[in-house]
């Protein structure tokens, strides 16, 4: 069986500032110290599908631990989940992140919030061009 990347997402470009827009680094490989969490709080389980938005919205914007990207890959996720099941995850993301931002008292909006959306299609195109280019292992 042939294994292919539907996007490659990487944090390395990321910034503390891009969240007020919805972007967050890549959660699934995003370890923190045990003190943090005491310190800040944990995972809000009453978000739908972004309590991990939240949570990191809450560690690295507003209480600015610090971070460091490792060039290494760390995770694979297979497709699907609750946040990419359709077009109905998709307004449910938006409105748990306005939620988030809000109840962390940073201003955003929903015309901020689309925005990621072409970042995240060029992603998906350079993960194809890519593909085209390497060799399948």
């Known amino acids: 069986m042939i294994l292919y990347s539907v996007r490659y ?3 390395r470009p990321f910034h503390r500032s891009w969240m007020r827009f919805g972007f967050m680094p890549a959660h699934p490989s995003f370890y923190c110290r045990k003190a ?8 809000d389980l009453t978000y739908k599908v ?6 990191l919205l809450r ?10 990207y490792i060039p290494k890959d760390f995770v694979t996720m297979r497709i ?11 307004e449910q993301i938006m409105h748990d992140h306005l939620r988030a931002l809000k ?3 940073i201003y955003s909006n929903l015309f901020f919030l689309g925005l990621r959306y072409p970042y995240k299609i060029g992603e998906i195109l350079v993960t194809k061009i890519n593909s085209i280019f390497k060799p399948l292992k």
Request: hydrophobic share 30%; charged share 20%; glycine share 12%.
């Open 50 to 55: 972004a309590a991990d938005f939240e949570n």
């Open 103 to 105: 109840q962390n008292g």
């Open 59 to 68: 560690l690295i914007f507003i209480h600015r631990i610090r971070t460091r």
């Open 36 to 43: 943090a969490y005491e310190k800040y709080g944990a995972f």
């Open 80 to 90: 699907g989940g609750a946040s990419t099941s359709g077009l109905r995850s998709h």
């Open 9 to 11: 997402y990487t944090s």
